[in-house]
């Protein structure tokens, strides 16, 4: 059997994705995500030689928000290297991403480094006594350079929303810093933090950026080693597992491929040795997680044959 045109199959989920009526809720907890039109939708692919197939709005720049928690985790690896897994986990949590439960339970050691407590603990590891706007600028540029575009930007209203409204996100800090989880100072770590979710990226830059997980850690056309191989499948395996919040079973139950959303409605995606997705539409489903985004990535994977795990399951609204 022929393998389907992927332009075809990208250019068909882009159109009734657009057309779809039912398309999730706007984050509205950071008031400046729930004034985004959650009328749009974007996909685009990344190939193994560098093609881009695309559909929808994707020079749109949207709120990359917890897809950035990734790229912290790369860098915080490439720093403290194993010395990460002292201060966060690397299990699934199934608790919401905000969940402050655990955290006592677990005596402030966060389940894993993408929910938000385990997030706060990367940029913490990160910034390293240095100053958030040199830890931020270093966040900028490696997005930059792996998106090969100096656009990326982060977006000062985002930011500014969040700060102004975050005091969930400050709860998790100080009861980490209470049990000596964090080192920097609590307000430094999380201007860094709330300052790297509001990187704003289009779907095309997202997926270039995240080419190098999807192929042994590697940039596949310049020949650039991100990551180890070694690195990159162990980044991968936690995108899977824990990438969804708990909505990380149903994402792989239903797309079967590691992935990373985020509350501004994208949802970076990987196949191993073959492609890196992007995907964005606002509106969320009741896991955090962008509604049509998975829905679109359940169609890809099904019409390619593209889930890890082999066979693809059948598509279902
Ligand atoms: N900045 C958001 C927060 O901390 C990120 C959450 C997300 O994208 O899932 O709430």
């Known amino acids: ?30 008031p400046e995500l729930g004034r985004v039109d959650p009328n749009q939708f974007a996909i685009a692919v990344a190939l193994r030689d560098g093609t881009l197939v695309e559909g ?6 949207f709120s990359i928000q917890s897809i950035s928690k990734v790229f912290t985790l790369t860098l915080a690896l490439g720093l403290a290297g194993d010395r990460v897994w002292n201060r966060v986990g690397r ?8 969940s402050i439960v655990q955290l006592e339970h677990e005596r402030g050691i966060p389940r894993n480094p993408f929910i938000n407590a385990g997030a706060i603990a990367i940029t913490d590891l990160i910034l390293n006594g240095h100053q958030p706007r040199d830890t ?16 990326v930007f982060i977006d000062q209203g985002v930011a500014a929303s969040e700060e102004r409204t975050g005091y969930n996100n400050r709860a998790l800090a100080n009861f980490m810093k209470g ?11 999380l201007g860094t933090y709330f300052h790297h979710c509001a990187i704003a990226m289009t779907c095309r830059q997202l997926a270039k950026a995240g080419s190098f997980l999807a192929h042994l850690g590697r ?12 690195r990159a499948r162990r980044l991968n395996a936690i995108m899977l597992t824990c990438g969804h919040y708990d909505g990380s079973g149903e994402f792989a139950y239903r797309v079967g491929l590691p992935g990373k959303s985020g509350v501004g409605g994208g949802i970076l995606a ?24 998975r829905l679109a990535l359940e169609q890809l994977t099904a019409r390619m044959g593209w889930s ?4 693809p399951l059948a598509t279902s609204a």
């Open 1 to 30: 059997m022929p393998s389907p045109d992927l332009q075809t199959v990208v250019a068909e989920i882009a159109a009734e994705m657009r057309s779809r009526p039912d398309r999730g809720e706007v984050a509205t907890y950071i």
């Open 56 to 61: 929808g709005d994707t020079e749109t720049f």
């Open 91 to 98: 299990e699934p949590s199934g608790s919401p991403f905000n």
């Open 136 to 151: 931020l600028g270093e966040i900028l540029r490696f997005l930059q350079f792996l998106a090969d575009d100096d656009s």
């Open 179 to 189: 049990f000596g989880v964090i080192d920097n100072p609590v307000e430094y770590v």
């Open 219 to 230: 940039n596949p056309t310049t020949g650039f080693s991100v990551v180890t191989a070694e």
């Open 270 to 293: 990987t196949v191993p040795g073959k492609a890196s997705i992007a995907v964005w539409s606002p509106g969320l489903d009741r896991w955090g997680n962008s509604h049509l985004g």
């Open 308 to 311: 890890i795990f082999g066979s």
